[in-house]
């Protein structure tokens, strides 16, 4: 991919811009539940609105910067939560109480999370990823899923943060909205609520359905886990991209009109359509009635700490492109590289090679319950079969499995558990990886999985600490996941 970096200046900044235009026209009607008739802004010219779908991103792009994009995970941004992050309210206080219970990411976004690990919390917060990594849907998406499993675990929050995630990325480099549409629902499973919701969408648009119409069979799709959900809500972010017909205005306001999370929503539609067009392209009087400046109202020690504008915070994005997108000597065996020049050329790109279920696949793997640590050497997974709860007469479950990192060798890594005292462990000593390690565990996932049951003699305490430690026959490093479990 060939960039002109004014013009993927322009987008980045479009994005932004377009981010804070839309949540400030709908944060005034967020929650409300009848189609309204929004026709602008309420607020007073040059002073958007505060929003977490922002705000919390200034705290990722701090955490890329401070320890690296290459050691950004669930975990890492999990620790930025509980330094940066204020609200305590739905999956955010959920996936915050967890944490600071000691259950990692992504188990702190499934533990007492029914409500809301299908809700709206991350596919909000993607604008981030997409910027770093500007048509590289698959990194984009990755850093997508890592942060929205934080709170929202495997629950159609994090597939709707992994459709938009991608989307968005693409659309630095393509702008037929269906493609758009296309790619991102290539990345999730097509029985998800989140497709169902898109495909819905979609095809009434195609039958000239009027929106209304389409909004109210949103509505009565997710009409068993109710309002303030990613599925529905996702739906109006497409109803509004496709009837906005190419107009940025028409675009959002047809989303605010379908009422819900209006202020999400919104800003969405705003962001895809900057990162389309670029700030340039945007109306030039809601670009003035906006401004540049970025109000914070979710984040702990924000002043002189974070970005103050869009213009500032686009510049933070580009000054970190040297290292996000990099060409890595894999990326050269593979043809694979960014460059800059006066104008862009997507000629070698095809939409096709920003398609394809690879990652999903790679999810499918784990169970709902699922913690994992990587090493420079490979990546170690422990998958609990139920939720990590335990009594003296109900058992533990689960398996463990080892993913070479780097060169697929063939290695036998040894199992110990470090377990509270009464408690003990039935299972294998030892977990083998292969030359061969996916077609392995595809078959019959013998010689890479370790089977495992704990039990305890005596009554748990409330929230008990475990440590896995894999180490290698022929290796110094170990590999150590600590284990939350909740007795009963």
Sequence with gaps: MIFSKARLRDKILGGWIGKNIGGTIGTPYEGMQDILDVKGFTNEKGAPLPNDDLDLQLAWLRCVDEVGPEHVNAKTLGEYWLSFVKPHWNEYGVCKSNMRSGFLPPISGELFNSQWQHSNGAWIRTEIWASLYPGHVEKAIRYAFEDASVDHGFGEGTYAAIFVAALESAAFVFTDLELLIRIGLSKIPEDSRISKAVRLVCDEYKKGTDWKTVRNMLVEQSEDIGWFQAPANIGYV???????????KKSIL???NCGDDTDCTAATVGAIFGMMRGASQLPEDWKEHIGDKIVTGSLLFGHGRFPQSCTELTDCIMNLHGTTLRTSIQDLYKGLKVDYKDEDDFSSVTPESMMGTKFIDTLKRRTRYSLSEKTALAEAFVNFDTAPVISMEKPLTGYIFVMPHT??????????WILPEGWSIQGRSAVATNNRHWIAYE????????????????????INHLILDLSAT?????????VAVLGE
């Design 474 to 482: 022929d290796r110094p490093t170990h590999i150590m996941i600590p």
């Design 254 to 256: 047809y989303a605010v």
């Design 407 to 416: 060169v697929p060798e063939c290695r036998i890594w040894r199992i110990r």
């Design 238 to 248: 497409i109803l509004g991209l496709l009837y906005g017909e190419g107009d940025f």
């Design 443 to 462: 078959t019959n996932g013998e010689d890479c999985t370790a089977k495992f049951t704990i039990t305890c003699s005596q009554k748990p305490e409330p």
